[in-house]
Nanobody, 127 residues
Framework: QVQLVESGGGLVQAGGSLRLSCAASGRTFSSYVMGWFRQAPGKERDFVATISRNGARTDYADSVKGRFTISRDNAKNTVYLQMNSLKPEDTAVYYC????????????????????WGQGTQVTVSS
């Protein structure tokens, strides 16, 4: 079981930036697709971004395209989410998750593909 710990959340003004990190335990980090999801109060958990095992392929929710960037460092067992031009509607608890994948260029949008989740980090964007 992979353990995930998110960090980097906080309070920021609209237009600002934050960088989230998610550190994973274990020696098989490079065998997992990584994803970021978020859940706002009273709403369902939504897909934000995903990255393939080798980091070569990424995809994003339409609402964050052009503003957020997902990346990973397999040597450090860490995935990042750089969030720029933040908006109040980005306010949510952000979760990272891992999904096993056989192919290095696979990624997933659906949360049911993911097996382990972090505890979440709160991001609050003030207007």
């Amino acid at each position: 079981q992979v353990q995930l710990v998110e960090s980097g959340g906080g309070l920021v003004q609209a237009g600002g930036s934050l960088r989230l990190s998610c550190a994973a335990s274990g020696r098989t980090f490079s065998s997992y697709v990584m994803g970021w999801f978020r859940q706002a109060p009273g709403k369902e958990r939504d897909f934000v971004a995903t990255i393939s095992r080798n980091g070569a392929r990424t995809d994003y929710a339409d609402s964050v395209k052009g503003r957020f960037t997902i990346s990973r460092d397999n040597a450090k067992n860490t995935v990042y989410l750089q969030m720029n031009s933040l908006k109040p509607e980005d306010t949510a608890v952000y979760y990272c998750a891992v999904a096993p994948a056989s192919y290095s260029d696979t990624y997933y949008w659906n949360d049911y593909e993911y097996r382990s989740w972090g505890q979440g980090t709160q991001v609050t964007v003030s207007s």
